[in-house]
């Protein structure tokens, strides 16, 4: 199986599905960018997707101003244009938040946790091709949800049923990608893509670990994102160069 027909798979099966979030904080947009950004994301599994893999890296859902725009995990405009070298059509959601307009490649922003991953695999290994020749990136959750203000709303924060509904097909994604790609590792990018992964991979034969999430939010991810997730792999049996 295809990592390009996986994902499309997974955005047809989120794609039927209806959020109102929980009552104090409603769902008023969902952003897919599996559909809208069909382009560059796939050209990212293509270039990037070569089996196998030793780890896999886990990340949530899509930011704003990183998945949301480009159509790759974490992924900061500058760096996909210029580190991975994808490019593309980005298109636009069903439904747009007036202050969060999706422009594509050419968005000005950067996007943080992004720029911190990307630009530390960069800094790191020197080439996109010796990142990928052992590592993959994706994201657990393919869809952003964001309040009727604009602040983002994690999946985590949903109701329970929608929950469900939404971890059944994402698990399932998960097992098949972790099958083609045959990584010995599936790292979550913070607690919760590790908790997703421990669950999705229960009884496979796979080493299951995390790393800080570089998110602004995280005042220790602030302190020096870099050496905190080289140690965390390191302790988890990944060597880095």
Not at 179 to 195: C, D, N, R, Y
Request: some cysteine; glycine content about 10%; hydrophobic content about 45%.
């Amino acid at each position: 199986m295809s990592l390009a027909a996986i994902s499309r798979d997974l955005s047809a099966s989120v794609d039927r599905l209806r959020f109102q979030g929980p009552a104090a904080t409603p769902v008023a947009f969902v952003y897919n960018p599996l559909a809208y950004a069909r382009g560059p994301h796939e050209a990212y599994l293509a270039k990037w997707g070569a089996a196998p893999k030793e780890a896999l890296f886990l990340g949530m859902n899509p930011g704003p101003f990183g998945m949301a725009q480009t159509g790759v995990p974490f992924g900061d405009p500058a760096l996909v244009r210029d580190f991975l070298g994808i490019t593309g059509l980005v298109s636009k959601p069903k439904k747009e938040h007036p202050a969060r307009p999706i422009v594509g490649m050419d968005s000005p922003r950067s996007e943080v946790s992004g720029a911190r991953f990307w630009g530390w695999a960069k800094a790191r290994f020197v080439t996109a091709d010796a990142f990928f020749k052992r590592f993959f990136v994706v994201n657990y959750c393919p869809l952003l949800f964001m309040e009727g203000g604009g602040k983002n709303l994690t999946p985590d924060k949903l109701t329970p049923k929608e929950r469900a509904a939404l971890y059944a097909p994402c698990d399932e994604a998960l097992r098949r990608i972790v099958a083609t790609l045959k990584p010995s590792h599936v790292i979550g990018i913070g607690a919760f893509a590790e908790k997703r992964a421990a669950e999705a991979l229960d009884g496979l034969p796979i080493t299951i670990g995390t790393v800080l999430h570089p998110s602004p939010a995280s005042p220790l991810a602030n302190r020096g994102w870099a050496e905190a997730a080289e140690a965390g792999l390191r302790k988890q049996g990944v060597a880095i160069p």
